[in-house]
């Protein structure tokens, strides 16, 4: 269960200790510095949406402070939202959902870190794809748990197998962390091996933050495939309101009211106007996501077939999401060091595959959450760096 609140300082410490740098965020850093200096940069690393959030979004928001909806909510979240994020469920996956068994977060972080707190005791172990998002370990050390890791390869499309996790499972298994369509992979779980991880009748958390920018395949979630599950979902990304710090978490029943315990304590509630603007966002936006998809399927097929071109694409095309790896195995063993050389030498922001696990390794993560001018200078300027490099 939570064990925050009562550890002492040397406690506190010992366990921060343990949580890794995030080092998209190290990348992105060195490179405003240097940009700061008057060098010019073609950002690849970030994991942010370039567009704007949509303008009704925008103005659902400031209507609701003009009208001074400035003061705490519910702590579960706004019922209205709430009805809207299961009706939204009901018309998109056919999933009945009670607006009782959803709680509004400050972001899909904090929405990780309730649901992590009430499943995670000590020595507890999680099943992760490795690679996988760069916090998820973080949070399970943090609360004392153990990650146990499951290599997903790419000619599986960076999926799980069924019986490699079968093989992991054991008496201290808490739960299977999924997370589709996935950061750093793209990669996107069909109905069929939804329903293969649901027949292993274990707890899964689903993080479903980029539910939504999913590209040629119908899209699904886990919870049309068993109720034994927790969703983390949002508004950040298909959205484009990373800004205004706004998740959601669909959790069973029974571990509801734990979780309000604990929002109320950590969080007390999500911002109130935020919570009135993505209302519109669920309602009244289609039109403004199916642009903004359209948008990103352009870029993500330009990218790839840069990187093809190139030599270093994935074995199979990433279908969700905004991101490739890129397999630089053939030039480097150490995707960090690459990384800073990258952004030194060819002025192109990167993330090193290490960042997301040891099976990331030999991988850079890019990003087409940038325009399709900065992705072609950016593939320019990698090209020309790759070719100098295998010749000097």
Known sequence: ?????????????????????????DILEKAQKMEAR????IHLEIGEPDFDTPQPVKEAAMQALIAGD??????????????AIAGFYKRKYGVELSPEQIIVTSGSSPGMLLIFSVLVERE??????DPHYACYPNFIRFLEGKPVYIPVWGEYGFKYRPDDIKKAINAKTAFLMLNSPA???GSVYNSRELQELAALDRMIVS??????????????????????AFVIGGFSKVYAMTGWRLGYVIAPPEYIRVMQKLQQNLFICAASFAQEAAVTALNCCDRHVNSMLEVYDRRRHYLLERLKKAGIAPPVDPKGAFYVLADISKY?????????????????????????GQNG????RLSYANSLKNIEEGMNRLESYLENRLKS
């Open 332 to 356: 480097t063993a150490d995707s960090l060091a690459f990384a800073f050389e990258i952004l030194e030498e060819a002025k192109v922001a990167v993330t090193p595959g290490i960042d997301f």
């Open 183 to 185: 950061n750093p992979t």
């Open 207 to 228: 993080d479903e933050i980029y539910a939504g920018l999913v590209y040629g395949e119908e899209q699904h979630t886990i919870l049309e495939y068993t109720k034994k």
């Open 38 to 41: 008057g060098e010019d940069i």
């Open 361 to 364: 390794e030999g991988y850079l």
């Open 124 to 129: 507890d172990e999680i099943i992760l794809p």
């Open 1 to 25: 269960m939570f064990v925050l609140l009562e550890k002492k300082e040397a406690g506190c410490a010992d366990r921060t200790k343990q949580v890794n740098s995030f080092l998209v965020m």
């Open 70 to 83: 400035t003061h705490y909510t519910h702590s579960l979240g706004k019922l209205a939202l709430r009805e």
